[in-house]
């Protein structure tokens, strides 16, 4: 198990290769987001040891966007958010009334936990929670009846897509909703996991698409035989 989850976290950096520079050199940075009347304060350690867990990605923003428009209520509600790497859906779901659990491997949960301390008031805090999470190793620790299960821009290397299937059959139970958000990034074989894994275990609906920034969002709930 240990050994999985270490070759899990060695994948991320993978992604974009060391020699490149892109996380070369370390530093904070903040930005600040309004979604739903509530002002957001985002820190995001950028450098090589968060790498793609640092930054606010754009789909995190369009997801954000997306509840907005919507009106989702999440009042009462039991929600995870899944890779989250500054928590910022997890956080606004909180927000909105939910009762939050936010996970991504252990590499990021100071950087969420700094973010949840910043956005979160105390009387949030008491149904908001920072969990350590590697996916298809230590799901199984986690509950099976979530009201919605949220993920953005978590669907980019290949090899973890059996990993995220098997995750997402764990935590989806017949009352659950997950929302997807992703870039649909040609090079990480984004499609094939949204078009040809995902709709073997779950029934799955694209409910928005913006065409500028190639981003989906979809609208995921289980069939009656998905559980492993």
Known sequence: MAALAADVEAGLESVFPQELGLFADA??????????????????????????????WEAALTLCEYFEAQKLNFWGKKVIELGAGTGVVGILAALLGGDVTITDLPVAMKQIEENVRRNVSAEC??????CALS???????????YDFILGADIVYLKHTYPLLIRTLQHLCGAQSTIYLSS????????????????????????VFRDE?????????????????
């Open 212 to 228: 500028v920034e190639n981003i989906n969002i979809y609208k995921v709930t289980c069939k009656s035989d998905i559980r492993q």
């Open 125 to 130: 805090m008491t149904r908001t929670r920072v």
């Open 135 to 145: 996916w298809g190793v230590d799901h199984k620790e986690f509950p099976q009846n």
């Open 27 to 56: 530093f904070p940075a903040e930005a600040r987001y309004r979604f739903c009347g509530h002002e957001l304060s985002i820190a995001q350690h950028h450098g090589a040891q968060l790498g793609v867990a640092a930054p606010v």
């Open 183 to 206: 870039k649909m990034r040609q090079e990480h074989s984004t499609a094939l996991f949204f078009e040809t894994m995902l709709p073997v275990h779950f029934t799955s609906k694209l």
